[in-house]
């Protein structure tokens, strides 16, 4: 049975700092590509980070210098560290293959930004 699950959020001032953790079962990360996607109350889904398998990561303007995704092939853990938050980047994160599926979405983890 695949999981996915989401954790590490919280509560964060403006200016600070969250890692995001995302631990896989039943699914070998390390041979495909990997996403973390947020979603904002009545906005869509979009993607924050991605990573391939060779370790090639993008970002969205509005994430980049600020986000930075990485992967623990070993542990089959992958992080998104997110620093210098701010307060629209209030969501909730969920992490995903690139080409999302359907049954591997989890709960995610709410992320809080305070001004």
């Known amino acids: 049975q695949v999981q996915f699950v989401e954790s590490g959020g919280g509560l964060a001032l403006s200016g600070g700092s969250l890692r995001l953790s995302c631990t896989v079962s039943?699914?070998?990360?390390?041979?495909?590509?990997m996403a973390w996607y947020r979603q904002a109350p009545g906005k869509q889904r979009d993607m924050v980070a991605s990573?391939?398998?060779?370790?090639?990561?993008t970002y969205p303007e509005d994430v980049k210098g600020r986000f930075t995704i990485s992967t623990d092939n070993v542990k089959n853990i992958m992080y998104l560290q997110m620093n210098n938050l701010k307060p629209e980047d209030t969501a909730v994160y969920y992490c995903?293959?690139?080409?999302?599926?359907?049954?591997?979405w989890g709960r995610g983890a709410q992320v809080i930004v305070s001004s």
């Open positions: 990573i391939t398998r060779a370790g090639a990561t």
């Open positions: 039943g699914f070998l990360f390390s041979l495909s590509d």
């Open positions: 995903n293959s690139l080409r999302p599926v359907t049954a591997f």
